[in-house]
């Protein structure tokens, strides 16, 4: 069964602050997402990434970054958090670069900030 | 890239009523169409998907079908049950790299 974790489940955070969004997937899976869910515009992708230290922008990349050092994991940076930056946001993972294949999300974080 | 319309943003039914969901695509490159349920305060699971070599898909009370020329698919769920309330998402893309979603319909199964 594949498992996504994400680091919190709940974070306040004030604006300037540098936040880090951490996901961990153990299925070895290629595929990485990054996406915030905000009512009435549905899962937005951020970034994905398809491989370690590489990197793609999704429809909204701007004021966020990304880091994949290692397979497992998938990092969201949010250089100086802004309060437009509060959000759900949701790590996803699946299998291979080039194929039709499920999503399989993490619980997600709440971020707010102040 | 890709853009995913999704309507209705909320739809209300009696248990045992059926349920609809449609969404359109812009991307005639995409061919992979998943379909999320996601229940308050849970992460979104896939409940069913089709490809786009396929016309309809079937799993108990869930089907999806996809008209590729007019770059629509929708949802259906039969013999709704109070279990079936939640928010469904569909998305379209091309090999899940650039996968794309819709806003979303919150479905209310009143039993």
Known sequence: DVKV??????????????????????????????????PGLGLRLIYFSYDVKMKEKGDIPEG??????????????????STNQTSMYLCASSLGRGRSDTQYFGPGTRLTVL | ???????????????????VIKCTYSDSASNYFPWYKQELGKRPQLIIDIRSNVGEKKDQ????TLNKTAKHFSLHITETQPEDSAVYFCAAG?????????AGTRLTVKP
């Not at chain 1, 966020?64 to 958090?81: P, T």
């Open chain 1, 64 to 81: 966020y970054s990304v880091s994949r050092e290692k397979k497992e994991r998938f990092s969201l940076i949010l250089e100086s958090a």
């Open chain 2, 94 to 102: 091309y090999n899940n790299n650039d996968m794309r979603f819709g």
């Open chain 1, 5 to 38: 974790t994400q680091s919190s489940r709940y974070l306040v955070k004030r604006t300037g602050e540098k936040v880090f969004l951490e996901c961990v997937q153990d299925m070895d899976h290629e595929n990485m997402f990054w996406y915030r869910q905000d």
């Open chain 2, 61 to 64: 009370r869930i089907a999806v």
């Open chain 2, 1 to 19: 890239g890709e853009n995913v319309e999704q309507h209705p943003s909320t739809l209300s039914v009696q248990e045992g009523d059926s349920a």
